[in-house]
C-alpha cells in the first residue's frame, strides 16, 4: 500500500503544475493580445491625428494638434472586419477664415463619424478610400465674433431665454442717444447664418416719425452675413442653437471620404 501511494502522489503533482503553467501562459497571452490591441490602436490614433492636422493645413485652417479616440474593443477586430464603430476627432482652439475678411473661431470642434468602412486590403495597398456613413461637429462661436461682423460699433450679442438678442446705441443727435434691443432671427442659407432682427425696442423713444425713420434704418443696417469657412470632411451647418457660452453650431455630411487607405 505504502508504495501504490508513493506513485500516485508525484503525478498529481505533475498534473496541477501542468495546469498551472496552462493557466498561466493563457494568461499571458491574454496580456499580450490586450496590450498589442491597445498598441496598435494608439498607433492608428496617431496616424490619423497627422492626416487630420494636415487637412486642416490644407485649408489654411489652424488648431492646436487633433486629438484621436478610436472607439471600441477589441481594435484588432474592427481592423480585420474593416469596419470601425466611431472615431472622434477633436479639433482644439480651431480657426478658419471666411474668404470675406473674418476669421470664425471655436475654442473646440469636435467631430464623430461613425460606420466608418476602411477594407483591410485597401489599408494594407494603400489603394482605397476610409469612407464614414455619417459625421457630425459641433462647435461654439463667441457672440463678440456675431457682434463685429454687424460692423455696427458698440453692437452687443447676448443669449436670453434661449434666443439671442442683440443691444446697440443709436445716435440721434450729438446729445440725444436712443438704447435699442431686438431678437436675432438666425437662419442659414447658402452657406452662410444670416441674422436679422426683430421685435425692436426703444427706451424713451419719443413720437416722432423722422426719429422712427432713423431708428428703423439703423435696425436694418443691424442685419448681416456670416460666411461660414471651408470645414474639415465636407461638414456643412445643420443647426445653430444659442447658449449663454455663445452660438452652439452643429454640422453634419454623409458618405464623406476621411483620407486615403493610409489613414
Known amino acids: 500500500m505504502a508504495e501504490v501511494h508513493g506513485t500516485e502522489r508525484p503525478r498529481r503533482r505533475r498534473g496541477r503544475t501542468a495546469l498551472v503553467v496552462v493557466v498561466v501562459l493563457l494568461v499571458l497571452l491574454g496580456v499580450g493580445v490586450a496590450l498589442l490591441d491597445r498598441f496598435s490602436n494608439s498607433y492608428a490614433e496617431d496616424v490619423i491625428a497627422d492626416k487630420v492636422a494636415a487637412e486642416v493645413a490644407k485649408q489654411n485652417a489652424t488648431s492646436s494638434r487633433p486629438e484621436v479616440t478610436i472607439a471600441g474593443v477589441p481594435f484588432l477586430t474592427q481592423v480585420l472586419a474593416g469596419e470601425y464603430q466611431e472615431i472622434k476627432i477633436k479639433l482644439p482652439d480651431f480657426a478658419a477664415p471666411t474668404g470675406t475678411g473674418e476669421t470664425v473661431r471655436m475654442d473646440l470642434l469636435d467631430i464623430s463619424a461613425t460606420d466608418v468602412k476602411a477594407p483591410l486590403n485597401a489599408l494594407r495597398s494603400g489603394q482605397g478610400e476610409v469612407v464614414a456613413g455619417a459625421v457630425t461637429g459641433v462647435g461654439t462661436i463667441d457672440y463678440s465674433l456675431l457682434a463685429d461682423a454687424t460692423g455696427q460699433e458698440g453692437m452687443t450679442l447676448t443669449e436670453k ?67 461660414v469657412p471651408e470645414l474639415p470632411m465636407n461638414l456643412v451647418i445643420r443647426e445653430l442653437q444659442p447658449l449663454p457660452e455663445g452660438l452652439k453650431v452643429t454640422f453634419g455630411a454623409t458618405d464623406v471620404t476621411l483620407a486615403a487607405a493610409g489613414v
Do not use: Y
Not at 201 to 213: E, H, M, R, S, Y
Open 161 to 227: 431665454d434661449g434666443k439671442v438678442v442683440g443691444s446697440a446705441v443709436l445716435s440721434i443727435t450729438r446729445t440725444q442717444k436712443i438704447e435699442l434691443e431686438g431678437v436675432a432671427d438666425l437662419k442659414v442659407a447658402d452657406g452662410k447664418v444670416q441674422v436679422r432682427f426683430s421685435d425692436v425696442t426703444a427706451k424713451d423713444l419719443p413720437n416722432n416719425p423722422l426719429i422712427q425713420g432713423q431708428v428703423n434704418n439703423f435696425v436694418k443696417q443691424m442685419a448681416f452675413e456670416l460666411a
